[in-house]
């Protein structure tokens, strides 16, 4: 960011060099600024899952925890969706660096038959097309 104050000038139009004056006597050592009060401690908060430990009636319960349990189950199956597409991808034979289904596993830490899997069932999504 350039400097806003004006620079000093020779006659001919030619900045100057600043010159510092040196204070006499040891070097000062700027001190830090004391607190006027001490930061609270903070503990830690304990943890929570979806607040699920804070509802007492157990048909409640039953309820939403069911409700999270079908959203993680389709979260998951989406999750395994998208890394059959990767798998499928990362395979074909079309790309100059088309990893093999071992080098799939290891990456995925998966066995190279699930790796095998996973891209057949990957290249079906593909041919199915995104509508369905």
């Known amino acids: ?15 100057t060099p600043a010159v510092v004056p040196s204070v006499p006597g040891p070097a000062r050592r700027i001190r830090p600024v004391e607190l006027i009060f001490e930061p609270a401690g903070t503990e830690p908060e304990p943890e929570r899952f979806f607040d699920l430990e804070s509802i007492d009636d157990p048909s409640e319960l039953l309820s939403r925890s069911t409700e999270l349990a079908l959203a993680f189950r389709a979260a998951a199956e989406r999750a395994t969706d ?20 071992e080098q799939i596993a290891e990456r995925a830490d998966w066995t190279p038959d699930y790796a095998v899997r996973m891209v057949e069932y990957g290249r079906s999504l593909q041919r199915r097309g995104p509508e369905e």
């Open 82 to 101: 998208f890394q059959a597409l990767a798998a499928a991808q990362l395979a074909d034979p079309r790309r100059f660096d088309a990893l093999s289904a």
């Open 1 to 15: 960011m350039p400097d806003s104050h004006p620079q000093a000038s020779d006659q001919g139009g030619s900045p």
